[in-house]
């Protein structure tokens, strides 16, 4: 009888890949022998935070289900490969990915991507029915839902970002036979997002008092850092390694990617955090909702017109300082950004802030 087992293997990154073995080895359809069936699952090697212990949980919780379903699939003789899965609907597979997803914010956004999916009247479509036309289809849909008020583009955009990324992961585990996503483009948004601050406008908001000075120093340290609202929030006195010229770096993983990063900050981002303690640095943060309400009122107070979300304070400090001659490669690797063409975003946004500023002084001649 075959046995079907659950492996680890370590990889780079500091993480482990899950998969699983057979033994003896199981004879495909195409006459080849195979024991291995990797699952496309990554744990963290060394789980550091509350939610990254969570996240290995629940990853290998889902990695047994599967193992057991394989077990009944070679008993029964109805395993035929990885490729077999064919079958498999998407919003099956699309929520067995959402389970890995490490922020409630993010699992929300699956939740409502699936959501729209299957408005879309894509519900039943199976892994081996996914192709362009349902990939256009899906696309057309959000449009239309811009066009009649019912999502604003940046929604739209965020939808289709989420379904690419399903997509890629669908491609990459071969669940699908063809890379989708290089044959047709996300939505483009102008969104308020990516506002940020100018220096003399974040001096006149650190000047403005608000009430709950947790939510203030943790504002300011993004904009002096580039750090998510995530990766604040998980920030441990760990994480935080001093220096004796009063500066710190930072040693922690990403919340969002699961990655390790190593960020030096300065004399001024250090003293936010104050005297050296133990267990979380930002204690009592306040709830996603309730530091929006706040950072509204807030930027109010401060005379401050645009939309201010948290992370346009990441926007501030990528901003700021590709103005003030910071290299486009180190503002790239500050923000941890895995393609520079993320980074070159702000730089286009300078350039604009630039050719507006040239046509703003009129002088009679």
Known sequence: MIKVFLREKVISGGRIS?????????????GKKTRRETLGMYIISKPRTASEKLYNRQTRDIAETVKAQRQIDVQLGNYHGKLGSGDLLFTDFFDIQKKKR???????????????????????????????????????????????????????HLYLA?????????????????????????????????NYLLL????????????????????????????RISDIRALKWDNVIDKENGDAVLDYTIVKTSRRHVLPIGVQ?????????TGTVF????????????????????????????????????????????????VSAMLAHSDIKTTQIYAKVLETSKEEAANRVIVEM
């Not at 998969?19 to 195409?30: G, N, R």
């Not at 490490?102 to 192709?131: H, Y």
């Not at 696309?139 to 940046?154: A, M, P």
Request: aromatic share 10%.
């Open 102 to 156: 490490l922020t409630v914010g993010t699992v929300k956004m699956w939740e409502f991507t699936k959501k729209k999916f299957v408005e879309a009247g894509l519900g039943k479509v199976t892994m081996s029915g996914i192709d362009i036309t349902t990939c256009v289809q899906f696309k057309d849909f959000l449009l239309g839902q811009v066009k009649e008020g019912r999502i604003k583009d940046l929604t739209a």
């Open 283 to 330: 204690c009592d943060m306040p709830s996603a909702s309730g530091l929006g309400q706040m950072l509204a009122r807030w930027t109010r107070r401060a005379g401050i017109e645009k939309h201010i979300t948290f992370h346009c304070f990441r926007h501030t400090f990528a901003t700021l300082q590709l103005s003030q001659g910071t290299s486009i490669m180190t």
């Open 200 to 227: 003399s406008e974040l001096n006149a908001l650190i000047a403005t008092p608000i009430n709950n000075q947790v939510a203030k120093k943790a504002a300011i340290f993004s904009a002096l850092t580039g750090m």
């Open 269 to 277: 981002a250090r003293g936010i955090l104050g005297e050296r303690s």
């Open 18 to 30: 899950l998969y699983l073995d057979f033994w003896p080895p199981i004879v495909l359809p195409s």
């Open 162 to 194: 989420t379904f690419r990324t399903v997509l890629r992961i669908a491609y990459k585990e071969d669940l699908i036979a063809v890379s989708l996503t290089e044959k047709f483009d996300g939505i483009k948004w102008i969104g308020s997002d990516r």
